[in-house]
């Protein structure tokens, strides 16, 4: 969601005379995007604006900004922390950007908006990817309602805001005939799509009208609510001929009490059921997951239900985080914090397990032909080629650069923890 919010800030820039430059010497305008979901995300931002302080002395004109998340909690204080500091907006601002800089130019004061609108205008802006990109991210809603105890992002995000069914179908067009080929679907629940607009739209009709869009031959989304993830969601993996067998589905741990204290609504046997019909719907189905280990309260034995429900699951992939406290959010209230070390030792563990799941995932697809659609060269050596399967697995091979965008056929060869090796067939 950042990386398509850094799109479309380039984009605005771009229509004011603006071009991007890949040195930040050589900048008059940076702006730095930030992510506050964990206290070590929040931290980089400091260090990197430590980083750019000198640029700032050596260039009087320079301009240096921030937005995202840090900025909407932390607003005036930002202005305090780093008194060279001219921009600081918020989520719901972006669109703004162009107005601030000449406020800023105008004025020679810092500008500090971090307010929120009933609609986010920048969910509408149309960031076209480079020319030969074969994958582009479409923002489908804004925000979230869901409030889960660990989380602040209803809170810098603001309320959940569905976009315009027609509106995303007329982008998603553009982008086919702009060249390209997959689609992902962007939204903190997507699952839940269209509740706030009132007018029977739902994300199931959403996929399905996608589908139809000629050119576009992969869609993807992220992220799904295991309670809102409803039979007629998961029918459209079996009904969707575009929709990949892929999707990541947070279940955060495997204890109910845990669960419940997280307010996530549902309870493990809810989860194992979405994950069983999703495997009859659609068999080989990949599924990815985030877990979050040392939430307050969180025992041992709690802890061992997460791995056994790992242990059910097997997922392919897996994002794994020590619970970070976030203030503002309702389990800083909660008792029985978990010691530093202690959630450091479980994580380890929970890694361990899944790079072990991981690799006999990887393992077992060797002898097999994959569909890869290429999007461009390795990042091991530049003779190569890199892709994705439509399971989301980063597949590496011989092959020139003439075939991006392109689907072939590929003989897997090796699997490593990361990424598969294989031979092009056609
Ligand atoms: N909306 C998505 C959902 O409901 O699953 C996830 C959004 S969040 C940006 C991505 C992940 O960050 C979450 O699934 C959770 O595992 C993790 N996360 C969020 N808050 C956290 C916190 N306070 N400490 C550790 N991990 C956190
Ligand atoms: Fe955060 Fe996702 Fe829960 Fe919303 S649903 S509060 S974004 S974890």
């Known amino acids: 969601m950042n990386v398509h919010d850094s799109e479309q800030l380039a984009q605005l820039l771009e229509g004011s005379g ?154 998603v067009r553009a982008l086919a005939v702009h060249g390209v080929k997959e689609v992902t679907l962007l939204g903190q629940n997507v699952n839940s799509y269209g509740k706030s607009l009132g007018n029977g739209h739902s994300f199931s009709g959403l ?44 279940v955060q741990s495997g204890s109910d009490a845990v669960l419940a204290r997280m307010n996530r609504r549902y309870a493990s046997a809810d989860y194992l059921d979405c994950v069983r019909k999703l495997r009859e719907a659609c068999p080989g189905i990949a599924i990815s997951s985030d877990i979050i280990v040392g939430f307050p309260g969180e025992t041992e034995q709690d802890f061992q239900k997460t791995l056994d429900l790992m242990g059910k699951v097997r997922f392919d992939t897996l994002f794994s985080f020590q619970y970070s406290e976030r203030q503002g959010t309702a389990a800083v209230g909660f008792d029985g914090k978990v010691d530093p070390d202690e959630k450091r030792r479980r994580l380890i563990e929970l890694q361990s397990l899944q790079d072990r799941h991981t690799q006999e995932k990887n393992d077992r697809l060797v002898g097999s032909t994959v569909e890869v659609l290429v999007e461009g060269p390795s990042r091991n050596t530049s003779r190569d080629a890199m892709g994705r399967t439509r399971t989301n697995k ?22 490593f923890l990361h990424s598969l090796r294989g031979e092009m067939l056609d």
């Open 18 to 171: 603006y071009t991007t430059t890949g040195s930040a010497k050589e900048a008059d305008l940076i702006i730095v995007n930030t992510c506050s979901i964990r206290d070590k995300a929040e931290q980089k931002v400091y260090s990197q604006l430590g980083r750019y302080r000198h640029l700032k002395k050596g260039k009087p004109g320079l301009m240096l900004g921030v937005c995202g998340c840090v900025a909407q909690q932390q607003g005036e204080r930002l202005i305090g922390k780093i008194p060279y500091l001219d921009l600081v907006f918020g989520t719901h601002n972006i669109h703004r950007l162009p107005e601030f800089i000449s406020r800023v130019a105008n004025t020679g004061r810092p500008v500090v908006e971090t307010g929120f609108h009933e609609t986010v205008p920048s969910i509408g802006i149309l960031a076209l990817p480079e020319k030969g990109s074969v994958s582009a991210f479409v923002t489908i809603m804004q925000g979230c309602d869901n409030y889960c105890a660990f989380c602040v992002v209803p809170y810098l995000r603001g309320r959940e805001e569905s976009r315009k069914f027609h509106d995303i179908l007329a982008e």
């Open 207 to 250: 996929l399905r009208a996608i589908g139809e869009i000629e050119g576009i031959e992969r869609i993807r989304f992220t992220t799904s609510h295991p309670k809102d993830l409803s039979d007629d969601i998961i029918a459209c993996f079996r009904d969707v001929g575009a929709l990949c067998e892929f999707i990541h589905l947070p």
């Open 394 to 415: 980063i597949v590496n091979f011989a092959g020139g650069g003439n075939l991006v965008g392109k689907t072939v056929r590929v003989r897997i060869v090796e699997a």
